[in-house]
């Protein structure tokens, strides 16, 4: 019941690493890193691994997480399944995101547009503007999503906890709980500007006679 409250190629992947990295994170000339900046190995995560993160929304694997890359990115892959949720309207405060096609189709609001995003396409998704997507397809839809800093990896983490500890007995309850997580960690929620095109996806099932 849970699914209905809530619901770059690697070249951009790096570039997005890059643009977010801070000053003084740098390496000398000769490629090595510089003094008294922290230093982190490279990492390959070959197709069809890396961790999976416990959450109530779908389908998550962590590719690379925050202290991986140095506080600077975290790197998930999010999997649809067909004509399902993905997240409610909200409004990050402390990071941005990035969502990156590649399977399927993802619809995706931002501000007052509705967007189809096919595999190849690139959304920034910034701080400051609410957004949503889901999976309005009949097929599952994959997506690659960085965000900057590490406060929204501490929500994915928490999320599911939150849900085993409170315990909630109705739908309802279950989205106080993860909207008030959410707000915790600069994310407000704004079920009110759910648009129609999406909200099917995220009612509750009829009751079964």
Not at 27 to 34: E, S, V
Not at 74 to 91: A, D
Not at 159 to 184: C, F, W
Request: aromatic share 8%.
């Amino acid at each position: 019941m849970l699914k209905y409250v809530l619901g770059l190629s690697g070249a951009t992947i790096a570039l997005a690493a890059c643009a977010s990295v801070e000053p003084g994170h740098h390496h000398n000339p000769d490629g090595t890193h510089a003094e008294g900046v922290h230093a982190h190995p490279d990492k390959l995560v070959v197709a069809g691994a890396g961790k999976t993160v416990e959450n109530p929304f779908h389908p998550v694997r962590l590719l690379l997480s925050s202290e991986e890359s140095a506080g600077d990115v975290t790197v998930y892959e999010f999997e649809l399944p067909p004509r399902s949720p993905g997240s409610p309207p909200h409004t990050h405060t402390l990071e941005d995101e990035y969502f990156y096609v590649t399977e399927g189709v993802l619809s995706v609001m931002s501000g007052d547009q509705i967007l189809s995003l096919y595999p190849g396409d690139f959304a920034a998704l910034n701080r400051g503007n609410t957004h949503m997507f889901w999976n309005a397809s009949d097929e599952t839809t994959k997506l690659i999503m960085t965000t900057t800093g590490g406060s929204f990896e501490e929500f994915m983490a928490s999320a599911a906890p939150r849900i085993a500890d409170a315990q909630p007995d109705s739908a309802e309850g279950a989205g106080a709980v993860i909207g008030q997580l959410a707000a915790e960690h600069g994310i407000m929620i704004s079920m009110e500007k759910m648009p129609e095109a999406a909200a099917p996806f995220y009612a509750p099932p009829s009751s079964a006679e």
